[in-house]
């Protein structure tokens, strides 16, 4: 895919390494040393990485923030158990039995906590109300300011199922919460560095049943493996990372790898994540120290984690076996986390350093630098306003990490070889100018096709002529159908009537020549009467002198009569036509003659 770098190992550039970091045991907050106040190193002719272990002990900071109370808990008139002052301290936080729930006096007394802040999201009007905003500002922006500065740097989510972990990390989109503000952040911030060349990337993972898989790489079901390299950092090889030049490529992965997540329907959140999910920002900075004319490069990583929530089995009764296999995991991953936190705190306080074992579950060995090593880390501890036992399991849990102590070092990197440098700049120059070389082969190319565009105009004058002439063609031959449609049927119409009438006289005619048939059958009957009287005659003339002679007369009578008769004259001409019906032609279109019509019509 464009753009995508494959991740290479977490490199931290200092050589101290975690095992050094967690002897340090300093339990006082104190500020982070100031880029400007880093040690130049004396210029010298001679490559050499500077490697200064400078850095900050702090402890783990713990937030709190209480959810704001839900549609249906408020329906509920369910009772808000935490509490935070009326006269605005934010360190403090008291939860409060139900009264109905109290079995002893000592488990009815309010549990006082004291943690870094402490945020109240369900009362506006409190003192200690924090809106998306607020947590960022006092939360977020500290963050993207250590990663600028070159320390690595973590926010980590943890809280019961349903407490605000996903709101507070991703937030919704007219409420952003941490992972969008500090991206935002952090790169309004990059982008008014002039003086800093620097490269920003994006990852993003989820584990989800102790397996870890790319949430920007489509093919979402690749199981990713745990590697650790020289440096005892572990890494997920093949894990895809993705520059970010801006907050619309920073939204797009985020979407993108939101929309992979893992997330489940259960009993307390209707989107529930069902993984731990972790962003990483890996900022790589360089910087040009006039003074000693040396490089400095920074790496840092700001890591943004929403782990899934912790389930009590009550909360999940009901659910189907995936949901429950899912619950246990969750819990076991939470488990092993809560017992690697429980050591590194007992380490930040004790001589006897104990093994710790990250390698336990997946969650702790990929967070193994940020809880226990080279990491500013904030734990934002979620807890329900309505849930008692919950809340308080959560509020020990992040009082137990509040007590680990973190040495998060600065990832300097300095380059001080004079000749180095130059041949560094010398190499960039090159291919900047090559770079320029090409946008002018590119603007001269432009050119040419801005010119040919001008040339190309006469031939889409042509073009566009040739089309409307296509278009006249295919109307005058769409009329030319639909004339030979008409025509067809009126010549089919017209043969309809000329077959009726014909069928009308051909009946006449046979009628009438039926008729004449009969009339001359009975005619020649007649003529046989009047042969056989005619014979008879005949013989008695040949014997009478008299009859003869009035006989002769008669008969020139009757010629005269017969020839007047018109009978048989009749007949033949009923015949004639008869015999011209039959031999009439069959008709085809091309005996119509009324072709013009359409065609002028066609060249209309
Ligand atoms: N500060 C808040 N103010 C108002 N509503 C909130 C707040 N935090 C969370 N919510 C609401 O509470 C519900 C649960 O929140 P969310 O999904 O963030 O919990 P979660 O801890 O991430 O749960 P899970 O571990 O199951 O993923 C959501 O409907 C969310 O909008």
Known sequence: MAGMVKKQPLRVLSPVNASHDLNVRMHKRSKSTPLS????????????????????????????????????????????????PVDGDYHKISLVPKESSAQSKKYREPKLFEFDRCYNSFDDTSACYASQFNVFKNTGEKMVNNTLEGFNSCILAYGQTGSGKTYTM?????????????????????NKMTDTKHELTLSFFEIYQETAYDLLNDQKNQKLRVREGTDKIPFLENLSEYPIAGTDDAQRWINKGINH???????LNTESSRSHSILTLKLVQEKFNPENSSIVKLTSNLRLVDLAGSEKSIATDGLDAKRLKEGNKINKSLTTLGRVLTLLSENSHSKNNVLIP?????????????????????????????????????????????????????????????????????????????????????????????????????????????????????????????????????????????????????DNLKNAQEKLLTDYVVQQQKNAVNDKLENEFLEKLTNDKDLQFTTVQKIDELILQVEDLSILKHLNNVQDDLDEIANLPIMSSDDESDSDYWWDEKDD
């Open 170 to 190: 991703m937030g919704s989109k007219s409420n952003p919460g941490l992972i969008p503000l500090v991206c935002k952040d952090l790169l309004n911030k990059l």
């Open 358 to 506: 990250y390698r336990e579950s997946m969650l702790t060995w990929l967070l193994k630098d940020n809880i226990g090593g080279n990491s500013k880390t904030t734990m934002v501890a979620c807890i329900s306003p309505t849930d008692f036992d919950e809340s308080l399991s959560t509020l020990r849990f992040a009082t137990i990490t509040s007590k680990i102590c973190n040495h998060a070092i600065l990832n300097e990197e300095s380059q001080t070889d004079l000749n180095d440098v130059i041949e560094k700049y010398e190499i960039e120059k090159q291919d900047l100018l090559e770079h320029i070389k090409n946008l002018e082969s590119f603007k001269s190319e432009m050119e040419d096709s801005v010119a040919n565009l001008s040339v190309n105009e006469n031939d889409f004058e042509e073009l566009q002529n040739e089309i409307s002439e296509k278009k006249d063609t295919i109307r005058k031959l769409n009329n030319y159908v639909s004339w030979q449609n008409k025509y067809i049927e009126t010549i089919s119409f017209q043969s309809k009537i000329k077959e009726g009438k014909l069928k009308k006289n051909f």
């Open 37 to 84: 106040s880093i040690n130049s190193n004396k210029l010298s002719h001679r490559r050499s990485q500077q490697l200064l272990p400078k850095g900050d002990s702090t402890n783990i900071e713990v937030v709190v923030r209480v959810r704001g109370l839900l549609e249906r808990e408020k329906e509920h008139q369910h009772e808000c158990l935490a509490h935070t």
């Open 261 to 267: 997540r893992t997330t489940a329907v259960t009993n």
